[in-house]
């Protein structure tokens, strides 16, 4: 007799991985992470500032979790580099079985810097992740994802002509204007390629 085979385990996306347009891992579905919060931070590892998830005891994250066929975790974890894969199972509210390993991504608190001049947000980025919890949440999800996220004090560097963000994708004129009136009501600060 075999034992049984354990389900394929699952990582918990809450930023650019919510935009499945940026990754082929299927399964894909909402979900929440409880006891943390979304921040912009930087790390010596990247030239920009970069979402990552922190401790935060009452705090939530909506986001979406997808299946890693066969545990294979390189490709992932190569693109998430800079940051730790921890296991999360236990704080994430899912549909999938009890025994589901998930799994998910966040820059050691010891390697968090502010996020800088230097260092600034991508608009680009930020306008991915934007139109993944646009696709899956909706309007009130964008809102969500915004009061969610700590961090909008940092300058977001103006790309959108030219997109630094290796997975950038086009949106269309409302998607950029929702992102816009979003930015303008937190009093985000953009800046120039040349600054």
Do not use: K
Not at 49 to 63: E, F, N, Q
Not at 139 to 150: H, I, L
Not at 165 to 189: K, S
């Amino acid at each position: 007799m075999t034992a049984p085979v354990p389900p394929a385990p699952y990582f918990f996306g809450y930023g650019s991985l919510v935009n499945t347009r940026t990754h082929a891992y299927g399964q894909a579905r909402p979900a929440r992470l409880s006891g943390w919060r979304r921040a912009w931070v930087q790390t010596d590892l990247r030239p920009v500032a970069y979402l990552s998830a922190v401790p935060c005891a009452d705090s939530r994250i909506d986001g979406l979790v997808a299946e890693v066929p066969g545990a294979d975790w390189a490709a992932l974890d190569d693109r998430e580099f800079g940051y730790d894969r921890l296991a999360a199972r236990d704080a994430v509210q899912h549909d999938l079985a009890p025994e589901t390993e998930i799994a998910v991504y966040a820059i050691p608190a010891s390697s968090q810097r502010a996020a800088s001049m230097r260092h600034p947000i991508l608009l680009s980025y930020l306008d991915v992740v934007i139109q993944g919890y646009l696709d899956v949440f909706g309007t009130e999800g964008v809102a969500d994802f915004m009061r969610t996220t700590d961090g909008w004090d940092a300058p977001i560097l103006n790309d959108r002509a030219a997109p630094r963000y290796p997975r950038a994708q086009a949106l269309t004129t409302e998607e950029r204007d929702l992102v816009d009136q979003h930015l303008g009501a937190v009093g985000a600060t953009l800046i120039g390629l040349d600054q």
